[in-house]
């Protein structure tokens, strides 16, 4: 086979899941009344911001080799440190100072610091005392979110300082700020990821840690990286859904881990390590939230969602076996 020929094969498969896109938006805008329009696709963005910063991390954690079931509790933690410390209703403390545009900065960094803290933890347990990534993260997953019932009571935070709460109210060219967010995020990580050392020795050690590791490499170290970025990650989307819901409650975010699954496996991120693209992540993401959008706009009961989103993740791992037999025959 010509090398040509080779590369358009590989970027095919690089790219299927936004020529599934198009179709499903294809689709749906023929056949759904007022799916075709703006507003639509707008809140498609907005909605599918806090599953997408989530998604970002588990995907660099799963090309590393490893995987990180702790994000949806971590952004449901660092979401009520927010909303206790800078919310004035139920559990907020409503913390306040001047300048005003430092109070965005200074919860930013503490939701930031409290994922970064979470994912340090995990790969501690797996890097330095080698246990399973899988146990680790889920253990983190339940006491995780023990935490976030454990320092609130069980009860919300409302009134989420306006300084903090404006960022969620602001638009740019009618796409909501937020969503703006998760692709400056997206188009960062993309970039670190293929055009920098880290992003290439992630994708090399997940692809074969103990040949990197002969390489000279620090593998741990990279593997270690990862995780703490996923919590960052996670962190992010925690500040960005407390913004949302101008606080937090104690079931915040659950089912999200799922979602961010769901659009990591979708877009092409292979469970094996090693292969993976982000800006296929955003466009499992946003399949994902169109799905969504067009159910609800059906008016059809809530478990078809899951339904749905159970079959395409079957799929998407079908679909991954199949890619990697197609490059094994490629090489």
Not at 84 to 113: C, D, E, Q, R, Y
Not at 136 to 156: E, K, N, P
Not at 216 to 232: E, H, K, M, Q
Not at 243 to 272: E, H, P
């Amino acid at each position: 086979m010509s090398p040509a020929r080779r590369a358009t094969i590989e970027f095919l498969l690089d790219n299927l899941v936004w020529l599934m896109l198009i179709v499903v938006l294809a689709v749906f805008s023929a056949t759904i009344p007022n799916y075709f329009q703006f507003g639509i696709f707008a809140n498609i963005f907005e909605q599918s911001t806090f599953v997408g910063v989530m998604a970002i991390g588990l995907a660099i954690v799963i090309i590393a080799g490893n995987l990180d079931l702790s994000v949806e509790s971590t952004a449901a933690l660092s979401a009520m440190v927010t909303g206790m410390l800078f919310a004035s209703s139920g559990v907020g403390m409503g913390i306040s100072f001047s300048p005003a545009w430092l109070m965005p900065v200074v919860s930013l960094l503490i939701a930031l610091a409290v994922g970064g803290i979470i994912g340090f933890l995990n790969g501690f347990f797996v890097i330095r005392v080698g246990m399973s990534a899988f146990i680790v993260t889920l253990a983190s997953f339940i006491w995780v979110r023990g935490l976030v019932v454990a320092i609130s009571g069980g009860r919300s935070a409302q009134n989420l300082a306006p300084s903090i709460r404006i960022i969620g109210m602001e638009d740019i060219l009618g796409v909501p700020l937020l969503a703006w967010i998760s692709v400056l995020c997206f188009a960062i990580f993309a970039f670190v990821m293929a055009k920098t050392t880290f992003g290439r020795y992630i994708t090399l050690v997940g692809g074969n840690k103990d040949a990197t590791f002969r390489a000279g490499i620090n593998s741990d170290r990279i593997l270690w990286s990862s995780f703490i970025v996923a919590g960052v990650l996670a962190g992010l989307a925690g500040w960005l859904l407390a913004i949302r819901t101008s606080g937090a409650t104690a079931n915040l975010g659950v089912g999200m881990l799922f979602n961010a699954f769901a659009a990591v496996v979708i877009g092409g991120v292979s469970l094996k390590g090693g292969i993976g693209k982000l800006p296929g992540v955003y466009a499992g993401v946003l399949l994902l939230y169109s799905i969504h959008t067009a159910i609800n706009l059906m008016g059809l009961p809530a478990h078809f969602t899951q339904m749905i989103l159970g079959g395409l993740v079957l799929a998407a791992v079908l679909l991954d076996t199949f890619k990697l037999r197609l490059r094994e025959k490629l090489l």
